[in-house]
Each structure stands twice: as structure tokens, then as C-alpha cells.
């Protein structure tokens, strides 16, 4: 049975289109902007739960497509760094309360939005050299920031990733498929946590066909769309998002 009513349905409806829209324009986002709207009308940790299984779910048709293109060593590298920040972040979800998790997801929304707005949306091309560090620093505090609240994964692994110099289609298969990993990983947990138990899987088999949409019409979308002024939607929406988060 459906943990929502009629016009929550109809905004999960709206809030999964337009985030899954933003995801197929800009390579990730779907979490970022799905779960706070979410935690409106559901809990933050089953947001978080349903929004994560989504994502990985159309992460795999991209990866299954061109596996042949990840660049393996890399891949295996951030991904175990990911797995320790997993690890982290499923240790502070047993021991944080709901309304700890909201004022935390709050805050990291807020601040994600700004370095989106002041950035410009432009990546940042750390040197090579820097590519042990960032590894490690990308992987732990991706896994980590992932596993509590679902979001900020995708541009912090492109920091690492930029260092990398990969052609654009391997740069982009490789990222995607670390994600993922470690997506699966942290909807195995949730599982564990017994997340998806009773409602959400009923918002799971109604949130695919959704997602699946939202991504058609990102598709779409990007080729009229001016880069900059998309990231500035994104970054507002966000913004907006995490101090409604934080003043509920």
C-alpha cells in the first residue's frame, strides 16, 4: 500500500520527473533535488532510500551499454576508498535521529548550492598529480555524503575524475558505473535497515515508469538548454530546497 495520499502521489509524481529531467540534462542530480522535496511528505531516510534504488536502477542500462569504455584501474580505486565512506555513513544513520538527518541534510543542500551558484557550474580541473589524494578524498567523502543523505556524489567524483584527463565518453561510463557500485552498495544497506519494507516498494514500482520518463524528457531538453543557466536553475533549486529543509 501507498505510504502517501492522492496529492502526496501526484507531487512524488512531479518531484521524480523533474528530478530524474535534471539528472538525463546534467549526468547526476536526481537525488539532490528529489530528496529534499521528498522529505516533505516521507521520511528523510526513506527519500533517501527510494531516490538511491531509482538512480541506480537507470545508472545500469548506461553502464551495461558501454562497460567496455571504464577505465578499470580507476574505477577499482575509488570505489573502495567509496566503500569506506559508506561504511561511515551507515554508522552515523543508526546513531542520528530523524530530525538531525533533516537539519543535516539542510545544511549540506545550502552549501552545495552555493559553491553550484558561485562556481558557475564550471568543473574544476585539479593537476594530475593530485590524483592518490583526491581519489581517497572523492571516494570516502562521496560513500559517505551518499549513504546519509542519497545526494553530492556526482560532482564530487568529477573533481577526481577531471584530474584523470579521460576521453568524454570513458570519463563519463567510468564515473557512472563507480556510482553505481556503490549506489547498489548503499541500497543494500537500506535494505538491511529494513527501509524498504511495506510502502516503499510501492513507491519503487511507481516511481520507475516515472523516472524513466523524466529521463526521455531531460534528454530533450539539454539540446535547447544554455549550460550556465541551467546550473543556476539547479544551484536555486536547490538552495531553496535546503532552507525549506532546515526551517520546517
Known sequence: MLPLSLLGLAFYALVLIGAFAV??????????????????????????????ALTVAMSARHVHRDWHRIAWK????????????????????RILDEK???????????????????????????????????AACAGVSG??????????????????????????????????????????ARVAGYASFGFYRGGPLALLAVGLPLAIIGSWAGD??????NPRLFSFFVGTLVLLSGVAVLLR
Request: aromatic residues 12%; without cysteine; charged residues 10%.
Open 100 to 134: 538531525t538527518l533533516r537539519r543535516g541534510l539542510g545544511a549540506f543542500l545550502i552549501l552545495y548550492s552555493l559553491h553550484v551558484l558561485f562556481s558557475g557550474g564550471r568543473p574544476i580541473m585539479p593537476p594530475a598529480r593530485w590524483q592518490g589524494a583526491l
Open 74 to 93: 580507476q574505477f577499482i580505486i575509488v570505489t573502495l576508498y567509496t566503500m569506506l565512506g559508506i561504511g561511515l555513513g551507515f554508522y552515523f544513520i
Open 220 to 225: 530533450r531538453l539539454v539540446r535547447n538548454l
Open 143 to 184: 560513500g559517505f555524503l551518499g549513504a546519509l543523505f542519497g545526494g553530492g556524489v556526482g560532482p564530487i567524483y568529477i573533481i577526481y575524475f577531471n584530474s584523470l584527463r579521460l576521453e568524454r565518453e570513458v570519463f563519463r561510463v567510468t564515473m557512472t558505473a563507480g556510482m553505481l557500485v556503490s549506489g547498489t
Open 23 to 52: 539528472r538525463s540534462a546534467a549526468g547526476f542530480g536526481a537525488v539532490l533535488v528529489a530528496v529534499p522535496m521528498l522529505s516533505f511528505v516521507l521520511p528523510v531516510p526513506t527519500a533517501v532510500s527510494v531516490a538511491t
